[in-house]
């Protein structure tokens, strides 16, 4: 098919050295900075060192499972997807070449979904790298047993399959982006906006909300995409079989609002003498149904990209 023409010219262009190991330094940077930290942190009167071997496991995961959603496989590919997709048509527009590319023997489809396809084959392979060099990192740091780094790695198919999942998504509304707007600074910034939103907004929205009856009342639940995306993550992690310990729930509810956000100093049971084996699991919406909202919502975006270019008069 012809957009496999312009699919591997996109790809050879992606593959930069530069690029790439600018992108797997900005990946791995986070993860061995929260290593070392996490290392010279108390934990009430114990150490990581001083902890037994379960609780090691449980914490080491932890932080993993929470670096991988915030970082590895979070913000930098989301920036990555906006830099890259929100760049692939505004900027032929811009310089004049989509003129050249449109009356060549390809239809304009095509060119997005070369694009778009050059972006996730890229993406995906410098995340699988990243990922490996940044479960290495924290096995190196941390300094800690093979049996959790195993279970990091039997962790690592569910995080592969998110990042994908956030390539597809965040890539394909990028695109869209890309092919509705002719000016590629303000589409990048439009798309940088939409990303602070996300990741940030609806956290600030639904804190307020939440405790006056707002956020359910009014189907505030329904649009937060900030939820969904935490909510198909969740769904990712326990396909994998590995349980979320309280602290960790706590901070993905936090960021999420997946979980019932209790304040660290409260996750202790008076009644049980320890922390509860899970918080509550705020079930607005099951896991399935976030990942198809967002799975239409960036599919959406990217059908209208198409349409806006096929109508488009290209001078």
């Not at 405790?211 to 359910?216: A, D, F, T």
């Not at 993550?233 to 309280?246: A, D, K, N």
Request: charged fraction near 15%; charge should be negative; aromatic fraction near 12%.
């Amino acid at each position: 098919m012809r957009f496999q023409v312009i699919m591997s010219k996109t790809l050879k262009d992606l593959f930069s050295i530069k690029r790439s190991i600018l992108f797997l330094i900005t990946i791995t940077a986070i993860p061995l900075i929260g290593a070392m930290l996490f290392m010279e942190s108390d934990f009430g009167e114990l150490t990581l060192a001083s902890m037994t071997l379960a609780m090691q496991n449980q914490m080491v995961l932890g932080f993993f499972m929470i670096m991988s959603f915030m970082w590895i496989a979070g913000i930098p590919l989301v920036l990555l997807a906006i830099v890259t997709c929100g760049d692939s048509i505004s900027k032929e527009q811009q310089d004049g070449t989509l003129l050249v590319l449109v009356s060549k023997p390809v239809r304009r489809y095509e060119i997005v979904i070369g694009k778009f396809l050059a972006f996730i084959i890229s993406a995906i392979l410098l995340e699988v790298i990243a990922l490996l060099i940044s479960a290495l990192v924290i096995f190196s740091v941390m300094d800690i047993d093979i049996f959790i780094f195993n279970n990091i790695l039997g962790l690592m198919p569910s995080v592969f399959f998110y990042s994908l999942f956030v390539v597809f998504i965040f890539g394909a509304i990028a695109t869209g982006f890309s092919s509705l707007f002719k000016n590629r600074i303000k589409t990048i910034i439009t798309l940088a906006g939409i990303t602070i939103l996300i990741f940030f907004g609806f956290m600030v929205i639904r804190t307020w909300t939440e405790p006056l009856g707002i956020y359910e009342d009014y189907g505030l639940n329904n649009i937060d995409v900030n939820y969904h995306l935490g909510n198909s993550y969740v769904l990712f992690i326990q396909s994998s079989g590995t349980r979320i310990m309280p602290i960790y729930q706590g901070i993905l509810g936090t960021f999420t609002g997946t979980y019932d956000a209790t304040e660290v100093e409260n996750l202790f049971d008076d009644d049980i003498g320890a922390m509860p084996p899970s918080l509550e699991e705020k079930d607005y919406t099951s896991p399935p149904v976030s990942m198809l909202i967002w799975i239409i919502l960036a599919s959406l975006a990217l059908i209208l990209g198409i349409l806006k270019l096929e109508r488009k008069e290209i001078t």
